[in-house]
């Protein structure tokens, strides 16, 4: 399997455009979870779903942020309007639930995308 | 909810140190526990983990033994490498509840 797929590796963008980063979940994964990574705040959980439906994005920021999973193998975070303190390192990862335990076994994170927004 | 202590960093050590890095939890019952590693531009990576009480992982020379009695997961590496310097994070999986893997512990080996 190829891993975790995100897309762009490194995104530079204006204030105020709009910026939409990409995921691939390894294949047979039902779980996939988008984070932000800064020195100040380290990582974060935006965002999860579970079987394609969101389970909690009482991480995200704000309104400007948004995130899709229209099918098992996609799924998308938007930001309009993108702002300079969006500017972080974010991750996609992908796990397994078990809705039986009502756990997840370990996540398999992407390589990332680095936003600058100036 | 689940949720995990670990100790702050920067931590820096000489090559073939003794390595210790201190992770407690508070869990309903016995969730897996997870180490993970991230080493300069790269996502995390699991480096090792531990199913159930006083089961060991191990790794790249790494261990960490879940403690129920002490609810700990320590990480340790008997002699550390200039290429052990990276990130490493403490996780419980998720459940439920917000999960934070925070900063993390930044180790750093010096030659």
Redesign the interface.
Known sequence: DAG?IQSPRHEVTEMGQEVTLRCKPISGHN?L?W?RQTMM?????LI?FNNNVPI?D??MPEDRFSAKMPNASFSTLKIQPSEPRDSAVY?C?S?QYSGGT???????????TRLTVL | GDSVTQMEGPVTLSEEAFLTINCTYTATGY??L?W?VQYPG?????LL?ATKADDKGSNKGFEATYRKETTSFHLEKGSVQVSDSAVY?CAP????D???????TRLHILP
């Open positions: 975790v779980s979870f984070y705040r380290g990582l974060e959980l999860y909690d009482s991480g991750f990862a796990s009502g756990r997840y076994n370990e996540q398999f994170f992407g390589p990332g | 969730p897996s997870f993970y790269e996502g995390l990576q699991l983990k994070f999986p998720p459940y439920g917000k999960i934070i893997f925070g900063k993390g």
